[in-house]
T-cell receptor, first 114, second 117 residues
Framework: AQSVTQLGSHVSVSEGALVLLRCNYS??????LFWYVQYPNQGLQLLLK??????LVKGINGFEAEFKKSETSFHLTKPSAHMSDAAEYFC????????????FGKGTKLTVNP | DTGVSQDPRHKITKRGQNVTFRCDPI?????LYWYRQTLGQGPEFLTY????????KSRLLSDRFSAERPKGSFSTLEIQRTEQGDSAMYLC???????????????FGPGTRLTVL
């Protein structure tokens, strides 16, 4: 079975500072990995995804993530935080075949301070 | 594409009542998913349709829950005899069928927030 652990339920950064949101996964087969963002009272929007091509994945809004198989990690980064990045971020894993349902972590709420 | 839509956006009901939610996926997306998200948690998978066939159900989906996708387009999720523990955001997502060697993105709707009093 697949699982995701997001380290840190809350992360606070200053505007302009580096954003680093941590995600570790567990999967017995090569995974697909995703980062989604959720703004209050809204659905989830895909930021980026890893599907076994390049290990460094670039997404929308300046975010990127690196797949590290040896560390079973898929951390999300952004060089310079904007106020508009304040939201909740979810890491998710799925595997090829069957429903390809997403298994989500518990989320990390990002606060950006002026 | 107009995106995934869900109706209603909010539902308040009393314990013991039945409720039904609707999801309209992106047109021509043959895969449809329902998830449930409780406060402070990530979404949890409930059920999956490929066209009109319900191919997978989570153990979270008790016998009070039923989902349908009668013509392979929109889907409904019904909860009978609601309980306070059913209070949550119910999210619907859709995606295209798999293309060779790639997985496609699940696109989420805005969700239906259910409050059971």
């Amino acid at each position: 079975a697949q699982s995701v652990t997001q380290l840190g339920s809350h992360v606070s950064v200053s505007e302009g500072a580096l954003v680093l949101l941590r995600c570790n996964y567990s999967s017995s087969v090569p995974p697909y990995l995703f980062w989604y963002v959720q703004y209050p009272n809204q659905g989830l929007q895909l930021l980026l995804k890893y599907t076994s091509a390049a290990t460094l994945v670039k997404g929308i809004n300046g975010f990127e993530a690196e797949f590290k198989k040896s560390e079973t990690s898929f951390h999300l980064t952004k060089p310079s935080a904007h106020m508009s990045d304040a939201a909740e971020y979810f890491c998710a894993v799925s595997v090829r075949g069957g429903s390809e349902k997403l298994v989500f972590g518990k989320g990390t709420k990002l606060t950006v301070n002026p | 594409d107009t995106g995934v839509s869900q109706d209603p956006r909010h539902k308040i009901t009393k314990r013991g009542q039945n409720v039904t939610f609707r999801c309209d996926p992106i047109s021509e997306h043959n895969r449809l998913y329902w998830y449930r998200q409780t406060l402070g948690q990530g979404p949890e998978f409930l059920t999956y349709f490929q066209n009109e066939a319900q191919l997978e159900k989570s153990r979270l989906l008790s016998d009070r829950f039923s989902a349908e996708r009668p013509k392979g387009s929109f889907s409904t999720l019904e909860i009978q005899r609601t309980e306070q523990g059913d209070s949550a955001m119910y999210l619907c997502a859709s995606r295209e069928g798999e293309r060779e060697g790639r997985t496609d993105t699940q696109y989420f709707g805005p969700g239906t927030r259910l409050t059971v009093l």
